[in-house]
């Protein structure tokens, strides 16, 4: 991927694991409205996801990722129907913005590298993620969010819960050390 400096996240099987189920979920529903990205790193995943969604946001807090992005978005034949910000965890966006959310955040249980670090635990960036879906997944609609078996999986698990969002694993894929999951995170139509 010539387009992106060294340091943004190449894609690797989380991504691939994300991107698959992600398409095939999209087929399955139709168009979606409005979709939001968080970390968009090298812009891949939602090259192929881009077709199924009438406005597309992305974001990171790394401007080189955004850059190779949008190069990527405009590649794809997309770049007419996303935004890019800068913004950490969704945080920056109002009440019930998005129909589908989605991520595959840094999730390794370390902190010197951001590309792949999830803090201590692992799951530091996913709750902080979760805890943004509140508010911002419109009720009754899908987040899918990228996890590992390295990290705490029973403390996210268990801030899924605490939010009040209906969660399950819909897909994985075991690696030689870890098993990396996909969680599908529902918010009810009545919270």
């Known amino acids: 991927m010539d387009l992106c400096n060294e340091e943004i996240y190449r894609p690797s099987d989380d991504t691939y694991l994300l991107t698959n189920h992600l398409t095939k979920y999209l087929e399955s529903v139709g168009s979606i409205e409005r979709a939001l990205e968080i970390g968009s790193g090298s812009g891949f995943i939602s090259c192929f ?106 403390k996210l698990l268990r801030e899924c819960v605490s939010q009040s969002f209906d969660t399950r694993v819909v897909e994985f894929v075991r690696k030689f050390f870890e098993v990396i999951l996909l969680i599908r995170i529902s918010r009810r139509g009545n919270d």
């Open 49 to 154: 996801a881009c077709r199924y969604i009438d406005y597309l946001v992305m974001t990171d807090i790394d401007f080189s990722a955004i850059d190779c992005s949008r190069r990527i978005m405009n590649i794809c034949g997309c770049g007419s129907k996303i935004d890019l910000v800068i913004c950490r965890s969704g945080e920056c966006f109002r009440r019930e913005s998005f129909d589908l959310v989605y991520t595959n955040p840094p999730y390794l249980p370390c902190n010197d590298d951001a590309r792949v670090c999830g803090g201590s635990e692992g799951v530091e960036i996913a709750i902080e993620i979760v805890r943004n879906l509140r508010e911002i997944l419109k009720r009754g609609h899908d987040a899918f969010i990228v996890s590992s078996s390295l990290g705490d999986l029973k």
